[in-house]
């Protein structure tokens, strides 16, 4: 979940955006959906980029879960596919929803609000950054490793023909 220093949230605007380079006066981001715009952000513009965000847990005063930690525990319940709307479920859903995830959770200082932003976020990267999953990369990683073996031995096979001659 290293690419997460790239993706980031701009205050005051929807969705996620993909951090590009930094300009003398802000950044140049991309929006994280099909449309791909890009734009440059003012340097007084509130980013949050997702690495430095976590959620507070319940167990002592500054215990928290990285966002990453807790994108990857959601992807291993719910596998991309969330059981409520986030946008329209009550309350109790969404706390409901975090508690099968995240049973420790600070429920003082977590919010309804929190909650949507972060199931939200998970919907906007699973659809845009698959790649941030591990799940379906490795099952994909396993049949690549066992076809370049065997084109790895192909070219042992001439290579040594060569130096034989």
């Not at 994280?32 to 949050?48: E, H, M, N, P, W």
């Not at 932003?117 to 490795?138: D, G, H, M, R």
């Not at 066992?146 to 001659?165: L, Q």
Request: hydrophobic share 45%; aromatic share 6%.
């Amino acid at each position: 979940m290293d690419l997460l220093n790239e993706v980031a949230h701009i205050s005051g605007k929807s969705g996620l955006f993909k951090v590009l380079k930094p300009t003398r006066t802000g950044v140049i981001v991309e929006t994280l959906d099909a449309a791909k715009q890009k734009s440059v952000v003012g340097g007084q513009t509130r980013i949050s980029v997702l690495k430095d965000i976590s959620l507070y847990l319940d167990d002592h005063q500054d215990s928290t879960l990285p966002l990453a930690d807790l994108f990857l525990q959601i992807h291993a319940k719910f596998n991309g596919v969330l059981p409520i709307e986030a946008k329209k479920a009550s309350d109790a859903e969404l706390f409901s929803t975090l508690a099968t995830v995240v049973a420790n959770y600070d429920t003082d200082r977590v919010f309804a609000s929190d909650i949507k932003k972060i199931l939200s976020w998970y919907l906007i990267l699973v659809a845009n950054a698959p790649e941030l999953f591990p799940v379906a990369p490795k099952a994909e990683k396993a049949p690549k490793v066992e076809k370049a073996a065997p084109a790895e031995k192909a070219e042992k096979k001439p290579a040594a023909k060569k130096s034989a001659k």
